[in-house]
């Protein structure tokens, strides 16, 4: 069974940074995609950053236009886990974010930008930017 469990968030001005970690069990994780989903209240869960694997060690990031510039995507895969990077954070960024996994070899980068590419999902972890 999959765990992934995030942490990291928490209250910050605007303009500070905030790192948020991934935890993954379960599974091999060097081979899998990762993914990060943000949802505000009354919002649908929408799309932050992807990690996806490739083949060997070869992995391609990818981002939302709102973030791109701003977060940054990274995993360690000795320690099974998965970083968003966030600077220059905005009130706009307030959301609960959500860690994904997910399995299908060669899922594009417009699958990964999707909720349904992702098999297992992190319980959330809460990031509020004041102005």
């Known amino acids: 069974q999959v765990q992934l469990v995030e942490s990291g968030g928490g209250l910050v001005q605007a303009g500070g940074s905030l790192r948020l970690s991934c935890a993954a069990s379960?599974?091999?994780?060097?081979?899998?995609?990762m993914g990060w989903f943000r949802q505000a209240a009354g919002k649908e869960r929408a799309f932050v950053a992807a990690?996806?694997?490739?083949?060997?060690?070869?992995?391609?990031?990818n981002y939302a236009d709102s973030v791109q510039g701003r977060f940054t995507i990274s995993r360690d895969n000795a320690k099974n886990t998965v970083h968003l990077q966030m600077n220059s954070l905005k009130p706009e960024d307030t959301a609960v974010y959500y860690c994904?996994?997910?399995?299908?070899?060669?899922?594009?980068?417009?699958?990964?930008?999707?909720?349904?590419?992702?098999?297992?999902w992190g319980q959330g972890t809460q990031v509020t930017v004041s102005s």
């Open positions: 990690h996806a694997w490739r083949r060997g060690s070869t992995y391609y990031a």
């Open positions: 994904a996994q997910g399995s299908k070899y060669g899922s594009s980068m417009y699958d990964l930008s999707r909720p349904e590419g992702y098999d297992y």
């Open positions: 379960g599974r091999t994780f060097s081979t899998y995609h």
